[in-house]
């Protein structure tokens, strides 16, 4: 069964890291999109039906 995912990162080598690791672990995971803002991923989200997204904060919760 193929997983669908998105990736939400505003970094793009960042996104692009994630998207090897994830196809190293899975060859058939299916990326749908890698989006750099939440925003238009809730967007996405309310058009698109993902198996899985990733949302990596490295930052502090204020």
């Known amino acids: 069964m193929m997983t669908k995912v998105l990736i939400i990162e505003d970094e793009k080598p960042a996104q692009d890291h994630l998207e090897r690791i994830l196809k190293k672990g899975d060859p058939d995971v299916q990326i749908l999109d890698k989006i750099d803002n939440v925003k238009t ?5 309310q058009n698109h039906q993902a198996d899985l997204f990733l949302w990596i904060s490295t930052g502090r919760w204020h």
């Open 41 to 45: 991923a809730v967007t996405f989200l």
